[in-house]
C-alpha cells in the first residue's frame, strides 16, 4: 500500500514538472530542479548549510518559508516567524527526510527546486495546511556551504598562490595560465572541437586525458569535466592553456577510482581547431 500510494505521489510530481516545463533528475526517491545554475561546491554530510526556502504543497499553497515577501503573499504570520536565513548541518536529520537530502543534491549558489514524496515528507500527519499523504516542493537559495573538507582545499589552493605565478582566476573558480595564445577565435560550449587535455595530481600522477593528439572534444559532454570545458572556452585556436581545478570543477566531493574527494587537479590543455 506505502509502495503504490508513494508510485501515485511521484506521477503527480511527475505531472507538476511537466505542466511547468522544468527538467529534473531523480536520485533516491527525490526530484532535483535546476532553476539557477551555480559552479560552487555540492554539499556533503556534515557540511555547515545556510540557505533561504519556501516550502509549498503542489497546488501552489506555501506552508512555510523564510522569505518575508512570500509570506505576506501567501497570507502567512509575519510577526511570529523568522526571516533569517536557516543555518544547519546537512544530512544529519534535523530537519525533514526530503529537505534533509534534497541539499545534498544542491551547490552553493545554486537556486533549485526539490520535490518528493509524503514518505520523505510529513507522512499521514496533517501539519498546519498540509494534508495528510501529500507531495511536497521546497524552493532552496543555497547561500553559503562550508565544511572541514572544503576549507581543507581552499586553504591548499591559496598556498599555491596562483595569482602570483601568473595565473588568472575565473568567475567560476577556475584558475588559468595562457601559455601559448594562438588566433583570437575561442570555442563555445555547443562547438564540437579538436584538440587534447591532461589531468594530473599535484604530484604528477596521470588521471585523465587523451591517449593521442589532435582529437574530436564534444564540449558539451558530462564526461568531461566542467573546468576543462571552461578552460577550452578560455582558450583561442592553436592556444595552450594551463588550468588549476578546484574539485567543484572536477571530480566533486565523491572523486572516482584515480581521484580523491576534494581533490584539486591540474589540467595542461590545447586546441587545434574549431568545427
Known amino acids: 500500500l506505502e ?5 501515485n505521489e511521484n506521477r503527480s510530481i511527475e505531472s507538476f514538472l511537466s505542466a511547468n516545463k522544468w527538467t529534473y533528475t531523480k ?3 527525490l526530484y532535483h530542479v535546476v532553476r539557477v545554475s551555480s559552479f560552487g561546491y555540492q554539499v556533503s554530510e556534515g557540511d555547515t548549510v545556510e540557505f533561504n526556502y519556501s516550502g509549498y504543497t503542489l497546488d501552489g499553497k506555501v506552508f512555510d518559508t523564510n522569505d518575508k515577501k512570500v509570506a505576506k503573499i501567501a497570507k502567512l504570520d509575519t510577526i511570529i516567524r523568522s526571516f533569517d536565513t536557516i543555518i544547519t ?4 536529520g534535523r530537519l525533514i527526510d526530503g529537505l534533509d537530502d534534497g541539499l545534498l543534491q544542491i551547490r552553493e549558489g545554486e537556486r533549485a527546486t526539490i520535490l518528493f514524496s509524503s514518505s520523505y515528507g510529513f507522512g499521514n500527519n496533517a501539519i498546519g495546511s498540509i494534508k495528510p499523504w501529500s507531495p511536497l516542493a521546497y524552493d532552496i537559495e ?3 556551504v562550508n565544511g572541514p573538507n572544503i576549507q581543507k582545499e581552499k586553504n591548499f589552493i591559496e598556498d599555491l598562490n596562483l595569482t602570483t605565478n601568473g595565473f588568472s ?3 567560476s573558480g577556475l584558475f588559468y595560465k595562457k601559455i601559448l595564445l594562438g588566433s583570437d577565435i575561442e570555442p563555445t560550449i ?4 579538436y584538440g587534447w587535455y591532461k589531468g594530473t595530481l599535484p604530484n604528477g600522477t596521470v588521471v ?3 591517449s593521442s593528439e589532435n582529437k574530436q572534444i564534444i564540449l558539451s559532454a558530462e564526461s568531461i569535466p566542467v573546468g576543462v570545458r571552461l578552460g577550452f572556452m578560455l582558450t583561442r585556436k592553436t592556444g595552450i592553456t594551463d ?11 565523491k572523486g572516482n577510482r584515480l581521484v580523491e574527494p576534494y581533490q584539486t587537479i591540474n589540467y595542461s590543455i590545447r586546441l587545434d581547431s574549431i568545427k
Open 3 to 7: 509502495e503504490e500510494r508513494t508510485i
Open 27 to 29: 536520485i533516491d526517491g
Open 89 to 92: 548541518v546537512a544530512g544529519k
Open 142 to 144: 543555497l547561500v553559503r
Open 169 to 171: 582566476e575565473h568567475a
Open 190 to 193: 555547443n562547438d564540437t572541437i
Open 208 to 210: 585523465d586525458g587523451m
Open 243 to 253: 588550468l588549476v581545478l578546484p574539485s567543484y570543477l572536477g571530480f566533486g566531493n
